[in-house]
């Protein structure tokens, strides 16, 4: 009896002593990103909900919203299992199966609002364009991991790496979606700002695109397009076709003023005069009704976001660590930048989402897929 409790104090303060190890081993990992994540996609539901609520009593997208969330997460927690490194080794097997995807789209794709974006059965559809902005981030990076070039990049050393983004951007141009075509190009000039590349090979790119804009302009671009541009230097030049949409998200946006008008009481998203209003202008519906101090919240959390990220690319100890987290920030950047600058006509409309609050599937998984690598990256040190 004595003997046994002897042995009791001595297996409790051994079982607090694991229990203590175990939680401070636990405080080790970061986990902000991914917190972030399911605060931004909670607001993104509850401001879904009101978007729809007139024309989505019977489709709830809401619904569907969350169970890709649910996929996201069972994405994200096998990303976890495995360490990083991982992407580097299966770098190009990822990049061109996404881009036979990008090319089975041109072919066998649906069809929806003049675009064909989706590959699908029944109602299930993807959009591999979502995943490939991710592909070539990993793609890049490992290029550019296992590249020896001595000193800066010349011209010549940015051919393959500039074929790599122009060959699957050209693909989604033609199907045609120039929003995510714009952010793969502007994720691939971000992340040759991060690398050395010499000055004159610069200037000679920054040459080539001010001579090439014409030329894109008038070929590249398919007339709505270029009338897209025209409404949004002057939107009131047709108030009832190209400009519509600048013009009604600008009064979504203008008529929140300092508090909003409420949940649910934004007339623009509520009587339906404000188009897309739950995918590329959905901002605009949560600028109604939450105003300027709703705004002001939401753009805070965007921000703590991407410096949570770019401290993940500044604590990493390897190249492809810190190039795989940068090209995943600058996707959520020009992402964010675009589509609010779209929505308060600072921007030509071109039909990019919010990350977390814009309605689609693809978009959504792609987002979370990338806070997933990113907190792998974050946790490197206690993953095998």
Known sequence: MTHSSMESPISYDGGEMRAGIGEEELKKYNWSLLLLEVLLFGIGIWNLISATGVQDKSLGLYKNQALWFGVGMILTAIILFFHYSIFSRLAYVIYFTNLVLLGAVLFLGKSSLGAKRWLGIGAFRIQPSEFMKLSIVICLAKYFESDQTIGGYRARDLLLPALLVVLPSGLIMLQPDLGTALIILLTFVSMMMFIRVETKTLLAIAVCVVVALPTVYKFGLKPYQRQRLVSFLDPASDRKGSGYNSIQSMIAVGSGQLFGKGYRKGTQSQLNFLPEHHTDFIFSVFSEEHGFIGCTILLALYLIFLLNGMSVAYQSHDKFGVLLALGIMTIFFW??????????????????????LSYGGSSLVTSIIGVAILTNIANKKFMF
């Open 335 to 356: 992402h964010i930048f675009v589509n609010m600058g779209m929505v308060m006509g600072l921007l030509p409309i071109v039909g990019v989402p919010l990350p977390f």
